[in-house]
């Protein structure tokens, strides 16, 4: 995901009321986001939609196959972060 769409899905959030944006105190070019009460009333319910959607994405899998799948995504995280700062 690039900066520009990024930027519009949280704008998107922002105006329907899930997140807030606060310029970052120690570097004014930068924005913190927040989540609102309302983003936060949300979570139960993303959870449970993500935990569904595990269960239907690895149905089959065995506890290692699982294992592995967490751990090639960690590492394929590890490679990426940063890359857009």
Known sequence: MDKAT?????????NTG????Q??????RAYRVFATEKGRN???K??????????IVLSGFSKEEKH??????????QNVSGIFD
């Open 6 to 14: 990024a930027a519009r899905a949280i704008k998107k959030l922002e």
């Open 18 to 21: 899930y997140v807030y944006r």
């Open 23 to 28: 310029q970052d105190p120690e570097d004014k």
């Open 42 to 44: 949300m979570e139960e």
């Open 46 to 55: 993303m959870m449970e939609i993500a935990l569904k959607w595990d269960s």
């Open 68 to 77: 592995l799948h967490a751990a090639f995504l960690e590492r394929m995280k």
